[in-house]
């Protein structure tokens, strides 16, 4: 007998107070008499509150040990516990995260379970437990837990006999495997190690991959330089009725260029303080001894202002290149697809193919309201021509009488699923969109409807965007604004996607919590500094940790659910 099955715990989603906000959560749990079915995604009488979190046919039953009760009443000094305490459905005897390892199989009762991954670190452990820093010390400590998948249904009861039926393959524990995703020391083998275990739950895989890609992206992610610099403007061109380029080059005239990868942004300010006009800008071109170039459309304050006020002369402050939105190596065909100003950081891949003589299969799709507002049409042909195998649709959605179909464009209309199967785009390439928010979902769903593959799909999105709070019940879309009662006196935080600056003030916990008093969309999951889920951008000034993360960010970035500003501070939220 491998341990015993002490108790058996069902819960449904309820709705908690917590720190002003309304969390629902299926973390309590209570112990049930007799026998229970359990099925493939469910304990009959058991829920999830947060379906993207948690359960699913991976995490169909979690698994707390009593052994690690023991280990956290003597830690903390507590004898308040009851079973079901960490959100677990089987309270267990035996069954170590040391020891169990992913792909295990055991018998319970009739059913039949594998072992599929550790716990996800969530906040909602540690409003279970009255301790905010729960979730991190599970992590910390190598007691996550574990789930189970039901490979066969079957009825369960405490006091039933957990045998071991298989072996998982790599012998790679639950709690190596949680300190794989969490902790520091993330060696590629043992990544590799993990991809190999077929047990092992799709949304860790998805994690382990990105980890391995990062491991093995050998390009340095520190920002070329920290704070804003002063850059020059050296040339102010337009490129439509609507679009703009600025030519920005270093003060001193130096001709050395800090490198950027195709497809990140600059981000600028145009004014500091409580009226900061901080804005990002996606580079258009790859940069080098001409400088830094970005196309601005005319529609808002900041673009205004460039439009308007900003000469050749001119010194503005530039924080350095940023952005994950960058084209990937590789021999497959390569998809641009934009609409509008959109077209700007894919242009900047498309030079950067054209500058290596690329070999692969260059797609450029492009949508456009007429001649007048198309911009960079002259200069994509010309990049496009220097390829060796470079496609072009462009459609414009309301051609002039003088544009020419077949010169000017391709096709009369929008971009769409219709489009693209016309035209006979490559299911299997990499395709980069960008452009504005509604144009970038419909391709998205054209794109799985066309059989493209969701990892193969990358992204650029400025503005505000939404982010999904895990959890959280909200009243409402509202735009980003003051905290309701009040400014604060602190240092002045800047939001840059969400334009919005003002002064920190001490009665938020830390920089997630205020930023969620302002409405600035930003995601989390642990709050507890383990995850990274809420890591952002830090373009400028200094944070104090509150919890000390268990591996700490990237420079220029910041973990904000466990800071506070230190100085005037600009996040790239
Ligand atoms: N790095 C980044 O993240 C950047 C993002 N952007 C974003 O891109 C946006 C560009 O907007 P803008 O230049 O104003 O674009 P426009 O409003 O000028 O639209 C450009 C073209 O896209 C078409 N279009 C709009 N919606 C759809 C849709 N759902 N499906 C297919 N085609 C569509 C329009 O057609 P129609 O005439 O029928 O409306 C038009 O032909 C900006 O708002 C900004 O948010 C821009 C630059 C950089």
């Not at 308040?80 to 055991?106: P, S």
């Not at 789930?147 to 012998?171: C, F, N, T």
Request: overall charge negative; aromatic content about 8%; some cysteine.
């Amino acid at each position: 007998m491998s341990g015993r099955l002490v108790s058996l715990n069902v819960g449904g989603p309820r709705d908690v107070a917590w720190e002003g906000k309304t969390v629902r959560t299926a973390i309590w749990k209570t112990e049930v008499e007799g026998p229970r079915m359990v099925r493939r995604i469910n304990i009959d009488g058991d829920d999830q509150a947060d379906r993207l979190a948690h359960g699913g046919e991976h995490r169909a039953v979690f698994v707390y040990q009593l052994g690690s009760y023991r280990y956290w009443e003597r830690e903390l000094g507590r004898d308040d516990f009851t079973h079901g305490q960490f959100g677990e459905n089987f309270t267990v005897e035996g069954l170590a995260d040391d020891e169990v390892c992913i792909g295990d199989r055991y018998r319970i009762g009739e059913a039949l379970f594998e072992v599929t991954q550790p716990r996800v670190t969530c906040y909602r452990v540690g409003i279970r437990f009255e301790l905010a820093a729960m979730p991190s010390l599970l992590v910390a400590h190598h007691r996550p837990g574990f789930y189970l998948r039901v490979l066969e249904e079957g009825s369960v009861q405490a006091g039933d006999a957990i045998e071991k039926v298989a072996d998982g393959p790599e012998r790679l524990t639950v709690a190596d495997t949680d300190a794989l995703l969490y902790l520091p020391g993330k060696s590629p083998a043992r990544l590799e190690r993990a991809l190999r275990i077929p047990a092992l739950s799709e949304g860790w895989k998805g994690s382990f991959r990105d980890l391995l890609a990062k491991a093995e992206d050998h390009t340095d992610p520190t920002p070329a330089w920290a704070g804003f610099m002063e850059l020059r403007v050296a040339e102010v061109r337009p490129e439509s009725a609507s679009v703009t380029s600025f030519r920005l080059v270093p003060e001193d005239g130096s001709e050395a260029r800090p490198a950027a990868a195709p497809g990140q942004y600059l981000t600028l300010r145009l004014r500091s303080g409580a009226n900061a006009l901080v804005r990002s800008y996606s580079l258009s071109d790859v940069p080098g001894q001409q400088g830094f170039r970005v196309s601005v459309k005319r529609d808002g304050a900041a673009s205004r202002y460039l439009h308007e006020q900003v000469k050749v002369g001119d010194v503005l402050d530039v924080a350095a290149p940023r952005g994950a939105f960058v084209l990937r190596a590789g021999t497959r065909p390569v998809v641009l697809v934009s609409a509008g100003v959109g077209a700007t950081p894919v242009l900047a891949m498309l030079h950067a193919l054209a500058r290596e003589h690329s070999t692969r299969s260059v797609w450029w799709l492009h949508g456009a309201r007429n001649r007048a507002e198309h911009a960079f049409h002259d200069e994509a042909d010309a990049l496009l021509g220097a390829l060796e195998d470079a496609h072009r649709v462009v459609a414009y959605s309301r051609p002039g009488p003088e544009d020419a179909l077949g010169a000017d464009y391709d096709v009369a209309g929008r971009l769409d699923l219709g489009v693209l199967e016309h035209a006979g785009v490559p299911v299997d390439a990499d395709y980069y969109l960008c452009g504005p928010a509604e144009f970038m979902s419909a391709i998205e769903v054209a794109l799985g409807a066309y059989g493209v593959a969701p990892e193969r799909i990358s992204t650029e999105a400025f503005g505000a965007v939404a982010i999904r709070a895990s959890g959280i019940v909200k009243d409402g879309d509202r735009q980003p604004h003051a905290p309701d009662g009040g400014a604060g006196t602190g240092p002045t935080v800047t939001f840059v996607r969400s334009s919005l600056a003002i002064p920190w003030d001490d009665r938020y916990p830390n920089l997630l919590d205020f930023a969620e008093a302002c409405d600035v969309p930003v995601g989390f999951g642990c709050r507890n500094g383990v995850c990274h889920n809420c890591e952002s951008g830090l373009l400028t000034g200094d944070v104090t940790y509150d919890i000390e993360p268990l591996e700490p960010p990237p420079a220029g970035r910041v973990l904000v659910c466990c800071t506070r500003p230190g100085s005037e501070v600009t996040l790239d939220l």
